[in-house]
């Protein structure tokens, strides 16, 4: 090899040798560095986090200020003769001025009855609850039960201006109601669309819960569509986790956007208080009873005339129907919208307006939305077909007319006779033919099917029986184990069921 072969090999191995004794000697220090990158990426990471979390904490706080202005303190009062009624001890410890400088001396007075039976007096019934400005020019939306048969109702601005306020109007089947302060140049709230809410989003409650005004809570929707709560007659709210309290209703529930979504009504209570469910108006009903109220101090309310009830899938089997989706008409009121647009016994509602119709609470509440005398496409299926109809929505009156109305097998479970004239009498059914539920047995596949004693059985299978002889020949023509579909007159009302022998 030669010389200057060797040379050159020498030299790599030597600087190979001081390179590698570099990295031993430096080690340590690199892995130092590395966990110090490590621990520098996580720390960013938390940051950035702590960001998120500082940015809805700022969101929650803008809300809170932009809505401040427009949420407002009622009092509602109202005179009745009673027991005088002396004041109790309050409870150990309510006694101490700290307390009193906080709460007030009416505190417990307002909302605890402290008073025990004596000679009879006048005196006050106070209630407090919560509105939110709804225009610059002095009107207020609230809960109707707040100001029910308050003889004065008092408002309190976030300036700690009170005015005397003025009954617009109410309306008790929704629970809202409008109030009017002669005041002019007031913040009015942003009110939103609670059509597209979802579970899962956040919002913020604001009211004078027990009377500690301006009160912010949040929480999420907890669930929209909510109904057969008993609170109202016409249901459809927003149920949320935000605390709630006695003092809320008739607040403002907000979205991140600080736009009014919904009025707060009312909440599940037991003990201990709060539950974590309450429930609120979307603002969408509220609107359309708000502007009502306003124009003219009374609500005015759409009807199209049909009895509905809910498919289950028995009931759309027995009409060939795939599907649970949409509302079955069990009758129509004679002379009415949907008579006139020829609406059917039967009739399967599944689009109103352009939008599928989900329950018997979904399409009574848009009808109910939708003005008078506005014409409206409604989608239906019949006899295996889909059509479209043309309805000019009628006006929703106090009262209306009801549309009109031998023993069966053993293994139906229930007993009928022919309808008479004096029977059909007591139980308010004149003019209907058909036999009547004389009883149901207990577990029996009409009892599960909802039949009930004096029900008026008007078909079966869509063969109407006037009497005993019709029913048990239609009977005989059915098969239980298929189901039997009856049409059925219950205390003023039409409905469909299906008896199936399993």
């Known amino acids: ?58 969101a929650f706080k803008q809300v809170a200020r932009s809505v401040r202005p427009s949420v407002v303190h009622i009092t509602s009062v109202r005179r009745v003769r009673g027991a005088e009624r002396p004041r109790a001890p309050l409870p150990p410890g309510f006694d101490r001025d700290p307390f009193r400088d906080f709460f007030g001396d009416d505190f417990f007075d307002r909302f605890f009855d402290r008073r025990a039976p004596g000679p009879q007096r006048e005196f006050e019934q106070r209630g407090v609850g919560t509105g939110v400005i709804v225009r610059e020019d002095g009107y207020i939306l609230t809960n109707n039960h707040v100001i029910a048969q308050a003889e004065e109702v008092e408002v309190k601005l976030s300036t700690g201006a009170t005015h005397t306020a003025e009954v617009v109007g109410t309306d008790p089947k929704t629970d809202l109601a409008v109030l009017k302060i002669d005041v002019n140049d007031l913040t009015a709230a942003v009110l939103g669309d609670s059509g597209d809410l979802e579970p899962g989003e956040w919002v913020l409650a604001v009211g004078n ?193 009801v549309p009109e109305r031998d023993p069966a097998p053993a293994e139906l479970g229930l007993s009928v006779e022919t309808l008479t004239s004096e029977r059909a009498r007591r139980l308010d059914a004149e003019g209907i033919e058909g036999v009547v539920v004389t009883a149901v047995e207990p577990g029996s596949p009409a009892q599960q099917a909802g039949v009930r004693q004096n029900d008026v059985i008007l078909s079966v299978n869509g063969a109407a029986v006037p009497d005993t002889d019709t029913f048990s020949e239609a009977l005989a023509q059915a098969d239980p184990q298929r189901g039997i579909r009856m049409r059925l007159w219950s205390r003023g009302q039409i409905r469909f069921v299906v008896l199936r022998v399993r």
């Open 209 to 401: 819960p027990f009377g500690l005004e301006q009160t912010v809570t949040a929480g999420i929707i907890s669930a929209v569509g909510r109904a057969d709560v008993g609170i109202a007659e016409y249901e459809d709210f927003i149920q949320t986790d935000a605390a709630i309290n006695p003092g809320n209703s008739g607040g403002p529930l907000l979205n991140l956007r600080g736009e009014v979504i919904g009025i707060n009504t009312a909440i599940v209570a037991g003990p201990g208080g709060f539950q974590g469910i309450g429930f609120a108006v979307p603002i969408t009903m509220a609107q359309v009873v708000m502007e009502s109220l306003i124009e003219t101090g009374e609500v005015r309310r759409g009807w199209l005339g049909v009895l509905i009830q809910d498919l289950d899938e028995d009931l759309a089997q027995s009409f060939q129907y795939a599907t649970t989706d949409g509302v079955l008409i069990g009758d129509v009121t004679r002379d009415s919208p949907a008579e006139r647009a020829g609406l059917q016994s039967g009739d399967i509602i599944v689009e109103y307006d352009g939008e599928p119709v989900e329950s018997v609470h979904d399409l009574r509440n848009r009808v109910a939305q939708t003005k008078p005398e506005e014409t409206i496409e409604i989608k239906v299926f019949r006899d295996g077909e889909t059509r479209t109809v043309e309805v000019t929505i009628g006006l929703l009156e106090t009262a209306r007319g």
């Open 1 to 58: 090899m030669r010389p200057g072969k060797k040379y050159a090999i020498l030299s790599a191995i030597v600087v190979a040798l001081v390179v590698l004794g570099g990295a031993v000697i430096h080690a340590p220090r690199l892995v130092e560095r590395m966990h110090y990158a490590a621990h520098a990426g996580q720390a960013r990471a938390a940051r950035e986090k702590i960001g998120e979390a500082a940015d809805l904490s700022e």
